[in-house]
């Protein structure tokens, strides 16, 4: 379906120089342009699309509003549930001899400076409910992979919708964390 773009071209030029009222213009042009709905429309943020993209447990939510609610606490229950916690404080591994035992153990290792820390993750809900094109910020590359790995666990859902057609929805997924 084709909907009909109204663009304004405002052509403002200086035709002659009048003797009584200064200068000239033209009026703004007015054109209508067909463009396909498809090629005007690519991603939307989560924050204005009309019907948001619906997570597994949300579908029986009345409202856009309480559909985003209902996706934002499921988002939470999923990192909760999938965030591997022990990897915060144990980045990276030495070997330490151990007197008591005589033998040599892998110990943890503190990276990360002490307080809070945040992994960005951003993705998109795809117009057949996917989540594609990942992309993670975290203050260490072990953290980066988490990231991922539990935005790639998330459940295909009910993809975004704008004025009824199925589209990209943009999904930021901060996860906050203290290492002490």
């Known amino acids: 379906m084709k909907k009909t773009l109204l663009i304004v071209f405002a052509l403002v030029s200086v035709l ?19 463009l396909n709905e498809a090629d005007k429309i690519k991603d939307v943020p989560f924050a204005i699309i009309e019907d948001v993209p619906v997570f597994p447990g949300c579908e029986s939510e009345s409202n856009s509003r309480d559909k985003k609610m209902c996706m934002n606490r499921m988002m939470r229950k999923h990192i909760i549930t ?15 001899y151990n007197r008591e035992k005589d033998i040599d153990e892998e110990k943890c290792k503190p990276v990360l400076s002490r307080g809070k820390k945040v992994i960005y993750i951003q993705f998109k809900i795809d117009q057949y409910g996917e989540v594609v094109d990942i992309t993670v910020r975290a203050p260490h590359p072990r953290l980066e992979d988490e ?3 539990i935005a790639e666990l ?10 009824g057609k199925p589209v990209k929805v943009g999904y930021t997924l901060p996860i906050t964390f203290n290492v002490r």
């Open 147 to 149: 990231g991922r790995r």
């Open 16 to 34: 002659s120089y009048g003797q009584e009222n200064g200068k000239n213009t033209k009026e703004p042009e007015v054109r209508e342009i067909n």
């Open 82 to 96: 999938h965030f591997d916690v022990d990897l915060v404080n144990c980045l990276e591994t030495e070997m330490v």
């Open 154 to 163: 998330l459940p295909k859902m009910i993809p975004g919708r704008l004025k």
